[in-house]
């Protein structure tokens, strides 16, 4: 049964669009650091550093990638091959355990677990593989999905569901090193120019991500039992989503933070789902374009509460019953919970 505390702090930090959040909780006297995600390849160094210099610590008790995209997985590779750095724990998603016999025909049995397993690549260097590199290092992984709880750490899975991941993942396989879709921007955001509070809805509730890599992503609570709950959804899509507040609607009543999917994009939530976890804060870490983050996301989002990028603060912290750190200012919302 996972412990319970009132001493954490929360680091959602600066890589752009990219994704590098981690979490320090006193559990019982011990220290425990999670990461998840680990930005881009260029990204290592920006963690290994946050490690060092603010907690003055290089063992990490929990590492989670919630999906193998090139923003979240990147800087796992350096960082496991850094002596300095020791992993105890790693959470993933393996592909390995969703082969049937289809794909075992169709790849052969030796070489199907390769086959799929291929997704974890690092970026521009297929001769490196996520899951073999913690194999060698002796890094202990296991693979999760909707409803598995570490056992000492109060963190959990909400998403995806085995059934849902087992249906997407012969398209992440398929479609690796195919670029699916495009999100770039160039334009900047802007916060003044939000849409018509009439239209947010059609702009929002529109269409889904069509990655089947974001599908798959993993979305963690973090409940550590003093009546405050953190959501972190990594780039989930809405289809997962919706399962995820429809399964866990009395887990969902108390968001005191929600770290917004895939950098505030309009894809990946709508209106209902927003109302479904009515977060009392937002955080989106974005490179601030008119895409990342979508001003119809960010004024829906307002509703319910403040709205944080890190594009406009640098790294966000948040901090309960432990030490304020110097240097470190009240941020700026980027958007102010809409007044009634």
């Known amino acids: 049964m996972s412990l319970t505390t009132d001493k954490y702090e929360i680091d959602i930090l600066n890589v752009n669009d990219a994704d590098a959040i981690i979490i320090r909780c006193i559990l019982n006297g011990y220290q425990y650091i999670i990461l998840i995600d680990a ?71 030796d070489n199907a677990p390769k086959a799929v397993r291929k997704v974890f690549n690092k970026p521009n260097d297929s001769k490196q593989n996520l899951i073999d590199i913690l194999k060698s290092k002796k890094v202990e992984y296991t693979s999760v999905y909707a409803g598995y709880e570490h056992p000492v750490i109060p963190i959990k899975v909400l998403a995806p569901t085995k059934k849902y991941y087992g249906e997407i993942v012969k398209n992440m396989v398929a479609d690796y090193g195919v670029k699916t879709y495009d999100e770039s921007d160039t334009e900047k955001y802007d916060n003044v120019a939000l849409p018509d509070k009439s239209a947010v809805k059609s702009v929002i509730d529109l269409d889904d991500d069509p990655s089947s890599f974001n599908a798959g992503s993993i979305v963690l609570l973090f409940a550590p039992g003093d009546g405050k709950n ?26 005191t933070l929600l770290k917004v999917p895939h950098h505030g994009s309009k894809h990946n939530m709508t209106t209902e789902i927003i109302d479904g976890i009515s977060p009392k804060l937002s955080i989106i870490s974005a490179v601030g374009t008119k895409k990342h983050p979508n001003s119809g996301i960010v004024y829906w989002l307002s509703k319910k509460g403040n709205v944080y990028s890190t594009h406009t603060n640098g790294s966000l912290h948040y901090r309960n019953n432990v030490d304020k750190r110097d240097g470190y200012s009240t941020a700026n919302p980027l958007k102010e919970k809409e007044k009634k």
């Not at 972190?232 to 968001?255: P, R, W």
């Open 230 to 255: 953190f959501l972190f959804t990594g780039d989930a899509n809405c289809a997962s989503l919706y399962k995820m507040v429809q399964t866990y609607e009395n887990e969902l009543q108390n968001i």
């Open 39 to 109: 930005g881009n390849t260029s990204d290592y160094a920006t963690i290994k550093n946050h490690l060092k210099d603010v907690y003055n610590n290089t063992y990490i008790d929990l590492a989670i990638c919630t999906h193998p995209d090139k923003d979240h997985i990147g800087g796992f590779f350096d960082l496991l091959e850094d002596k300095e750095i020791t992993f105890n724990d790693f959470w993933l998603i393996d592909p390995a355990e969703y082969l049937d016999d289809t794909d075992i025909k169709y790849y052969g049995k």
